[in-house]
């Protein structure tokens, strides 16, 4: 189930972005849409003892360290993009952590502090315009502190 089959189960308001080209970063996804950096999420997938989903800003990075205790895995490491197929569904930059299911996932909670935010739709070309509220209603992971 991609992230607008997702939303609309849980019938949550949402609007659909449709991008001019493909993103290859959250910098391009603030280019084409014209939003700040911070409203765009990036979905990352980190791979360790077990995989973990991470959500965050498109101006922030992990702080592996934090992920580490958070996730009590003494190692981890990007997923690669074969691994991010196979792991999440989705391919890089259309990766959307709405409706993975079996995998622990995380989103950090600087992301709440927008009112509005810009999440991947499980196509990297259609992005989905949510507000932070709902987000937070429907989010089936945790909220931590993870980005630097």
């Known amino acids: 189930?991609?992230?607008?089959?997702?939303?609309?189960?849980?019938n949550i308001d949402f609007r659909v972005i449709e991008l001019a080209e493909e993103p290859r970063s959250a910098a391009d996804v603030e280019r084409l849409y014209g939003c700040?950096?911070?409203?765009?999420?990036?979905?990352?997938?980190?791979?360790?003892?077990?995989?973990?989903?991470?959500?965050?800003?498109?101006?922030?990075?992990?702080?592996?360290?934090?992920?580490?205790?958070?996730?009590?895995?003494?190692t981890l490491r990007m997923a690669n993009p074969s691994e991010v197929k196979e792991i999440t569904g989705y391919s890089i930059g259309g990766v959307t952590p709405l409706g993975v299911n079996g995998i622990k996932k995380i989103i950090d909670s600087k992301v709440f502090e927008e009112e509005t935010?810009?999440?991947?739709?499980?196509?990297?070309?259609?992005?989905?315009?949510i507000k932070t509220n709902d987000l937070k209603e429907i989010f089936d992971g945790t909220i931590e502190e993870i980005s630097e």
């Open 117 to 129: 935010v810009n999440i991947g739709s499980g196509k990297a070309i259609i992005g989905i315009e």
């Open 36 to 74: 700040s950096l911070k409203q765009v999420l990036k979905t990352l997938l980190f791979i360790g003892e077990m995989p973990v989903l991470v959500v965050l800003q498109g101006d922030k990075r992990v702080n592996i360290e934090k992920l580490k205790q958070i996730t009590n895995q003494s």
């Open 1 to 10: 189930m991609d992230g607008i089959e997702f939303l609309k189960s849980k």
